[in-house]
């Protein structure tokens, strides 16, 4: 069986920076995951509706792949990505990735994966892949999806191939270190204020604090809706909760890596951004709730406290983005 050794297969919270985690630690650098969120500018907000979707779409992140960019970015590191609509050349650039002896990011659709729990269309999951046999692929996926895991070539080349929302075409990447790689604390102050700037000055109104407020309209109506929301809204809530598509996960992300660099900054706007960021953790727990809630019982009254939650998150968060812009360093 081909593998590649010294990988750390250890899964994290997100699947995107576990995945860069498995990388990076392969070439001894060991960034706990808020750093590596935080560094790439992961924090975002999108709300997201249409007449062709079953149900609204909460996303708490920037859009897939752009945080490994951005960290790729803003540590000047080499991200070599691949891309082909063919399976077999797709196959081949992870062979060549292997036997080069350095794990490989996949990006692809967790619907097909076998040991994924939550059986939910997802064109933009990430893993690590660190060897295979003629049977299955060696994996590192979320905590949550069991870390080190395996999955038949099968379902491997199906989830690659799937088409659709956020979808990539058989896309695989490595990073790679340069030997003279400057101190990742040197690149916290740049990418807190480029992530507040993009969070302050959203180009539509589905974005950013303006999305955060749109959806504390919108989620008022969400039991009428919805064709099924005993259904719908409970599934939402476990995925804002637990996935971080608009829920605690990726403010309780990016809450510890403002902790996190306020071991290399002292500013009382970094401490404010800190303290803020905490209260919206929380209340993005107490929303997700709520439309949970909403949806067992019925009750509308729910949705109408989730709605009010989201409109405190939505200055929550702006005030604390306006801090975090005036950070200096």
């Known amino acids: 069986m081909p593998t590649v050794h010294g990988t750390a297969p250890r899964g994290m919270q997100h699947c995107e920076t576990t995945t860069l985690g498995v990388l990076l630690r392969h070439q001894e650098i060991d960034l706990s995951e808020s750093m590596l969120f935080g560094l790439g500018r992961g924090l975002a907000f999108v709300y997201w509706d249409s007449k062709s979707m079953g149900f609204p779409f909460l996303g708490g992140r920037v859009k897939p792949f752009e945080l490994s960019r951005n960290l790729a970015d803003g540590l000047g590191l080499e991200l070599s990505v691949r891309e082909t609509a063919s ?52 994996l590192v996926d979320t905590e949550q999806q069991g870390g080190a895991v395996t999955t038949s070539l099968g379902s491997l080349a199906e989830a690659r191939a ?81 996935a971080g598509t608009g829920g605690a996960l990726f403010r309780n992300l990016y809450r510890d890596f403002l902790a996190e660099s306020g071991q290399f900054l002292d500013s009382g706007h970094l401490r404010t951004g800190h303290r803020l960021y905490g209260e919206a953790a929380a209340l993005w727990t107490e929303v997700a709730a709520l439309i949970g809630r909403a949806g067992a019982s019925g009750d509308e009254q729910c949705l109408v406290q989730a709605g009010d939650a989201l409109h405190d998150l939505a200055r929550l968060e702006r005030e604390a983005m306006e801090a975090l812009s005036r950070l200096e360093g």
């Open 87 to 138: 399976p077999r050349k797709g196959w081949a650039d992870v062979v060549d990735a292997i036997g080069g002896g350095r794990p490989v990011g996949l990006q692809l659709d967790s619907f097909h994966l076998e040991y994924f729990t939550a059986k939910v269309h997802f064109g933009g999951h990430v893993v690590a892949l660190y060897g295979y046999d003629d049977q299955v692929a060696q």
């Open 162 to 242: 799937a088409r659709g929302p956020m979808a990539a075409r058989h896309r695989s990447f490595t990073l790679t270190a340069a030997p003279d790689l400057p101190a990742p604390e040197k690149s916290i102050v740049p990418a807190i204020t480029a992530c507040a700037h993009a969070f302050l000055n959203p180009p539509i109104a589905n974005l950013g604090h303006r999305g955060i407020d749109k959806a504390g309209k919108a989620v008022r109506n969400w039991l009428r809706r919805s064709a099924d929301p005993g259904r719908d809204l409970p599934q939402a809530a476990l995925l804002m909760e637990k």
